[in-house]
Antibody, heavy 120, light 110 residues
């Protein structure tokens, strides 16, 4: 059974760095074809893809946010970490991690999401 | 602004059919058969409904179907039910090896 769970601070101040952790089970990120992405949804707005890390440690970022994002994985802990620098109130959103099916290019399992509020 | 264009809202009565469009470019929707659709009830994790344009995963009702013509993909829901009321998002693989999301469509079952 595949599960993913996001964790991190619920509140961060403007200019701070956000660190989110996705802890997953039911698959290994060292297995060929396995990938994990981060997606966010600001309140009342659309889903937005942020980043992806693949089994071979290839990394991909949203063009508009790539200067602020870093994605990494710890295969031994079954975790993927996303850091976003210079947080702003517009970054207030629910952040999801999801497993990405590389073969068919879709998200087959999602976490429940974690709400991050950026406010002083 | 989202990379893929969807109508902000659609509505239909129970039993009717509706179609949600998703328009991109030749660098995403038109260039690959990697369009997927997600159903999102507020407060819950999104659920994938269609992958590779028209494939339905096991467990998804056959009332949901997908298609594509040129740079526009479509999701059709037939026999609308109250439980179908949700937000729907399309995504497409892109030439940059990234994912583009649509802006989302709110489906209201009247």
């Amino acid at each position: 059974q595949v599960t993913l769970r996001e964790s991190g601070p619920a509140l961060v101040k403007p200019t701070q760095t956000l660190t989110l952790t996705c802890t997953f089970s039911g698959f290994s990120l060292s297995t060929s074809g396995m990938c994990v992405s981060w997606i966010r949804q600001p309140p009342g707005k659309a889903l937005e893809w942020l980043a992806r890390i693949d089994w071979d440690d290839d990394k991909y970022y949203s063009t508009s946010l790539k200067t602020r994002l870093t994605i990494s994985k710890d295969t031994s802990k079954n975790q993927v970490v996303l850091t976003m620098t210079n947080m702003d109130p517009v970054d207030t959103a629910t952040y999801y991690c999801a497993r990405y099916n590389w073969g068919s290019r879709y998200f087959d399992y999602w976490g429940q999401g974690t709400l991050v509020t950026v406010s002083s | 602004q989202s990379a893929l264009t969807q109508p902000a809202s659609v509505s239909g009565s129970p039993g009717q059919s509706i179609t949600i469009s998703c328009t991109g470019t030749s660098s995403d929707v038109g260039g690959y058969n990697y369009v997927s659709w997600y159903q999102h009830h507020p407060g819950k994790a999104p659920k994938f409904m269609i992958y590779e344009v028209s494939n339905r995963p096991s467990g998804v009702s056959n009332r949901f179907s997908g298609s594509k013509s040129g740079n526009t993909a479509s999701l059709t829901i037939s026999g609308l039910q109250a439980e179908d009321e949700a937000d729907y998002y399309c995504t497409s693989y892109t030439s940059s090896n990234t994912l583009a999301f649509g802006g989302g469509t709110k489906l209201t079952v009247l």
